[in-house]
C-alpha cells in the first residue's frame, strides 16, 4: 500500500512538472513566434536613444564677406544626469536623497530628489580624476540643472584641448552617462573687433519641455543674448538634427539607426567694413574712453562703429565665468556700453544743425557781432574767446563757424528761432532712435518749448535757452552715430539717410533672402534749403580745417581735403571735470566717401584730441584705397582708463600756432552721462564646497571595486561623433 501510494504521488508530481513545461513552451511559442515581430519591434523602440545635435548658426560677415562671427567645435564633457542616476540605481539598489524646500502655489513645500551631487563625486569624479580632468564645479548649479532642465545635458568641462580630449576618447570613462562630445560653439575671429555690435550668444533662456520631451538626449541651440546677435536670431539659429543610436539590454551602445544632420542658419551680410572698422578700433586706442562712427554719406551705410573700452564676446561662449562677468560688470569705464550709441552733450558740433535752421529761416546774409558775449535777462553768456581778452567782432556764418564764435550763435540761433531748430533736427534723425537693430541706443534730446512742457514742466522756455541750445549745451543731447549722419547730410550737400548697419540675409547658397533697402528720411532741399545754402556750412568746416584761424588744423591730410567741425562739452564726473570732445567731419570735399564722428570722453579739446583720432582714421581708409595692404588681427579688449588726455598725436606735424584749439568752445556740463548696463549672458558660477572635487582622489574601496565595476560595463557616449 505504501510503495502504491508513493507512486501516486510521484505520478502527480511529474503531471504537474509536464503541465508547466507544456504551459511554459506554449507561452514561448506565444511570444517568440506568434507575437514575436511585436516585442521585437516594442525591445528596438525601448532600446533606441535619441540625440538632438543643436544647429549651427549661420555667419555675421563684413561687407565683403570676411567672417565676423563664425562657428568652431568644441571637445566637451556632459553628464546626462538621468542615466547617472538610472545606473546608480542598478548598482545599489537605491539612490541617495536630498531634501529641499521651495514654493509651490505661494507656500512653502519639503521635497526630495535623487542627491546627484552625491552621485556624480561618487562615480564620475573618481575616474576623471585618473584621467586628470576632474575640475570644481558649482553644486549648486548641479542640483538646479537636474531638478529643471532633466533632458539637457550638463556641461561639466568645455574646449578641451586635444591631449586631454585624447585621453578620454582612448581611455573606456565606464561610467554611464559620462560622454566626450564635440559641439559647434560660436567664435568671434577677430576677438573684440566689433564687439559692441555683434554681440554675444548663450545659453537658452527657456527650453522648449514639448521638443525636449521627444528626445533623451537634449543638446539645446544657442541663442543671441545681445546686439545683432539677438535682433537677427531667427535668421541665424538654424534647424537642428537627430541621431538615434541604438543600444543592447545591458545599456551599451552598439551603433547609429539613423543621422540627420543640423541644417546651418542663414549668413547676415552687415554694411561694415572690418578694414575700417579695425582701423577705427586702433585710433580710439590712443584714448582710454571714447567712440568713432564712419558712415558712406552716399547711402547712410555704416562702415565702422566702434567704442573704448572694450571686451571679448569669446570670453561669453559658451557661459562668463562669474568672477570674468563680475569685473566687467563692475568696471567703472563701461567697457559693455557702446558708446557710439550713448547720448552726450554736442558741444560746438551742434552748431552745424544750428546753421542748417538759420540758413533756412533766410538769415544767409545776416552778420552779426562777437563782444565777447551776449546779454539774456540778467545772464551774460561769454563767448570763449572773452576768456583770452578778446572779441571775434563782426562775422557771416562761414566766418563764424571756422572760428567757432559762441556770441555769433547765441544771437543766429534766436533769429532762426527754437521751432527752426527742432525741425531741422529732426529731418536729421535727432531725438530719436535711428532704427538700427541694436539695443541700448540713446535717442537724444532735441529741446524746446514742447519738450520742455512735457519734461520741465515748471521751466518755461526763453531766448537764454535758445541760445544755450545754439551752442550744444543746456538740455541738448545726441550720440556719435546720430552726428556722423549730420555729416553725412551735409557731405552730401542735402540728402538725410537713415543708416543701416545689415545689408543682406543670405541662405546656405548665398541666395538672397532679404536686403535692407536704402531709406532717405528727408531731403533738405525739399524742405526749404536752396544747395548754395548748404554750400556754405560745407565751406566753413572746410575752413575750420584748412584756414588759419580754424579750429581743427590737426584734421589735415596731405593729398585730401577735409571739412570738419570740433565741439568740447563740460562734464563732471562727481567732482572730477571729464570733458566731451567732439569732431565730425566729411573728406574728399568735392566727392565725399567718408563721414565721421569722434567722440573721446576726458580730454582736453575737441581740435586736439578728437580731430587727429578722425584724422587718423580718414588718412588710413584713403591708404586703403591706394592700394597699401592691411592685415586685420584679432584684438584684445581695450582697456578703459579716466585718465585725463590733452592731445593725441600719430606722428604728423602740425605747427603748435595751429594745433592750439579755442578754448571756449565748451558747453556747459550735461546733467547726463552714457547708460550704463548690458544683456544678461549665461553666466558660470564659481565652484562651491560640495562641488570642489579636483584635488580629490578615489578611495582605495572606489579604485578597487568602482573602478572594476564601472569598467566591466562599458557605455560609451551616444554623443562621441
Avoid at 151 to 176: K, M
Avoid at 417 to 424: F, H, K, L, N, Y
Avoid at 691 to 703: C, D, E, L, T
Amino acid at each position: 500500500m505504501i510503495r502504491r501510494s508513493n507512486e501516486f504521488r510521484i505520478a502527480v508530481v511529474a503531471s504537474v512538472f509536464a503541465a508547466c513545461f507544456i504551459l511554459l513552451a506554449a507561452r514561448l511559442w506565444q511570444v517568440q513566434v506568434s507575437r514575436g515581430e511585436e516585442y521585437t519591434t516594442r525591445l528596438r523602440g525601448n532600446s533606441q536613444v535619441n540625440v538632438r545635435l543643436p544647429a549651427v548658426r549661420g555667419q555675421i560677415t563684413d561687407r565683403h564677406g570676411l567672417p565676423l562671427a563664425g562657428n568652431r567645435a568644441s571637445n566637451a564633457v556632459e553628464f546626462y544626469l538621468p542615466d547617472m542616476v538610472r545606473d546608480y540605481r542598478n548598482r545599489h539598489g537605491d539612490v541617495p536623497r536630498h531634501n529641499y524646500r521651495t514654493t509651490v502655489g505661494g507656500m512653502l513645500t519639503e521635497k526630495s530628489e535623487p542627491d546627484i551631487v552625491k552621485i556624480v563625486n561618487e562615480t564620475a569624479m573618481p575616474r576623471l580624476a585618473e584621467l586628470g580632468l576632474a575640475r570644481d564645479y558649482n553644486a549648486g548649479q548641479l542640483r538646479l540643472h537636474f531638478r529643471n532642465n532633466t533632458e539637457v545635458p550638463y556641461l561639466y568641462l568645455e574646449d578641451l584641448d586635444f591631449d586631454a580630449a585624447g585621453r578620454l576618447a582612448e581611455n573606456d570613462i565606464g561610467v554611464a552617462g559620462v560622454n566626450l562630445t564635440v559641439r559647434p560653439v560660436r567664435r568671434y575671429d577677430y576677438g573684440a573687433l566689433g564687439a559692441h555690435f555683434l554681440g554675444y550668444v548663450g545659453n537658452p533662456s527657456q527650453i522648449d519641455k514639448q521638443d525636449a520631451a521627444r528626445f533623451n538626449y537634449y543638446q539645446p541651440d544657442p541663442e543671441g543674448k545681445a546686439q545683432l546677435e539677438l535682433a537677427l536670431n531667427d535668421d541665424l539659429r538654424g534647424a537642428a538634427g537627430a541621431r538615434v543610436l541604438q543600444r543592447n539590454a545591458k545599456g551599451v551602445i552598439e551603433g547609429e539607426v539613423s543621422h540627420r544632420d543640423p541644417v546651418p542658419g542663414r549668413d547676415v551680410r552687415l554694411t561694415i567694413d572690418a578694414r575700417i572698422q579695425y582701423i577705427a578700433e586702433q585710433a580710439l586706442r590712443a584714448v582710454g574712453r571714447g567712440a568713432a562712427v564712419v558712415v558712406d554719406p552716399q547711402n547712410g551705410d555704416i562702415l565702422a562703429m566702434a567704442s573704448v573700452p572694450s571686451y571679448d564676446p569669446n570670453s561669453f561662449i559658451p557661459a562668463i565665468p562669474a568672477a570674468a562677468w563680475n569685473e566687467l560688470t563692475g568696471d567703472a569705464t563701461d567697457p559693455l556700453v557702446n558708446r557710439a550709441l550713448s547720448a552726450y552733450a554736442p558741444g560746438s558740433t551742434y552748431k552745424i544743425p544750428v546753421a542748417l535752421a538759420g540758413l533756412r529761416a533766410g538769415l544767409d546774409r545776416r552778420r552779426f557781432t562777437c563782444r565777447g558775449g551776449v546779454s539774456y535777462g540778467s545772464k551774460f553768456m561769454q563767448c570763449w574767446i572773452a576768456s583770452q581778452g578778446g572779441a571775434h567782432g563782426a562775422l557771416d556764418l562761414q566766418s563764424a563757424i571756422r572760428v567757432s564764435c559762441n556770441a555769433f550763435f547765441y544771437q543766429y540761433g534766436n533769429a532762426a528761432g527754437i521751432d527752426q531748430i527742432t525741425a531741422v533736427g529732426q529731418m536729421l534723425g535727432l531725438g530719436e532712435k535711428s532704427g538700427l537693430p541694436l539695443s541700448g541706443e540713446a535717442p537724444g534730446i532735441l529741446p524746446g518749448p514742447e519738450w520742455l512742457r512735457a519734461n520741465r514742466p515748471r521751466e518755461t522756455w526763453s531766448s537764454g535757452q535758445t541760445a544755450n541750445v545754439s551752442i550744444g549745451q543746456g538740455y541738448v543731447l545726441t550720440t556719435p552715430l546720430q552726428m556722423a549722419m549730420v555729416a553725412a547730410t551735409v557731405a552730401n550737400g542735402g540728402t538725410s539717410y537713415y543708416p543701416r548697419i545689415v545689408d543682406r540675409v543670405l541662405d546656405r547658397n548665398g541666395d538672397v533672402i532679404r536686403r535692407e533697402p536704402v531709406k532717405v528720411r528727408a531731403d533738405l532741399r525739399e524742405q526749404g534749403l536752396a544747395p548754395e545754402q548748404i554750400e556754405t556750412v560745407r565751406r566753413g568746416m572746410w575752413d575750420a580745417v584748412n584756414r588759419g584761424g580754424g579750429t581743427a588744423p590737426a584734421a589735415r591730410l596731405k593729398g585730401y581735403e577735409v571739412a570738419g567741425k570740433t565741439g568740447t562739452a563740460q562734464f563732471w564726473r562727481g567732482r572730477v571735470k571729464d570733458n566731451h570732445t567732439w569732431f565730425i567731419a566729411f573728406a574728399p570735399y568735392d566727392n565725399p566717401r567718408y563721414a565721421v564722428a569722434v567722440i573721446v570722453q576726458g580730454a582736453q579739446s575737441g581740435g586736439g584730441v578728437a580731430a587727429p583720432i578722425a584724422a587718423k582714421i580718414l588718412a588710413d581708409a584713403f591708404k586703403l584705397e591706394e592700394g597699401d595692404p592691411l592685415e586685420i588681427a584679432s584684438l584684445a579688449p581695450a582697456k578703459g582708463s579716466f585718465q585725463h588726455i590733452s592731445s593725441v598725436d600719430f606722428g604728423r606735424a602740425v605747427p603748435a600756432a595751429l594745433a592750439a584749439a579755442p578754448p571756449g568752445e565748451t558747453a556747459a556740463a550735461s546733467s547726463e552721462g552714457p547708460p550704463r548696463g548690458a544683456a544678461a549672458p549665461t553666466v558660470r558660477p564659481a565652484a562651491d564646497t560640495e562641488g570642489s572635487v579636483a584635488r580629490k582622489k578615489p578611495n582605495i574601496f572606489q579604485r578597487i571595486f568602482g573602478g572594476l565595476g564601472q569598467k566591466k560595463e562599458k557605455k560609451p557616449s551616444p554623443q562621441r561623433r
